[in-house]
Nanobody, 124 residues
């Protein structure tokens, strides 16, 4: 049974940083595209960053480019999202998701496996 488990969320001040982690059991990230999505209260879920588990190619939504970095550690089978210069607009529940045949970045139906999320709050 595949499980994705996110961690690393919390409360941070504007301008601060957090590093989210996604660990998997039953799934090897190297063979998947892994993406981070987020959902703020009253808003639709949106893709934030994705990475090809084997080749490391990345893709970001415009609003996080230059601030967020997604990475994969295949030796540990973990994916990370380093988030810097956080603003109130970044506050959300963050999910990691994995898809074996992702053709369109952030197209949710192409991601077979989802974690339950980790909460990120940004407030002074």
């Amino acid at each position: 049974q595949v499980q994705l488990v996110e961690s690393g969320g919390g409360l941070v001040q504007p301008g601060g940083s957090l590093r989210l982690s996604c660990a998997s059991s039953g799934l090897t990230f190297e063979y998947y595209t892994i993406a981070w999505f987020r959902q703020a209260p009253g808003k639709e879920r949106e893709g934030v960053a994705s990475i090809d588990g084997r080749y490391g190619r990345t893709y970001y939504r415009d609003s996080v480019k230059g601030r967020f970095t997604v990475s994969v550690d295949n030796a540990r089978n973990m994916v990370f999202l380093q988030m810097n210069s956080l603003t109130a607009d970044d506050a959300a529940l963050y999910f990691c998701a994995a898809g074996a045949q992702v053709r369109v970045f952030f197209y949710e139906p192409e991601y077979e496996y989802w974690g339950r999320g980790t909460q990120v709050a940004v407030s002074s």
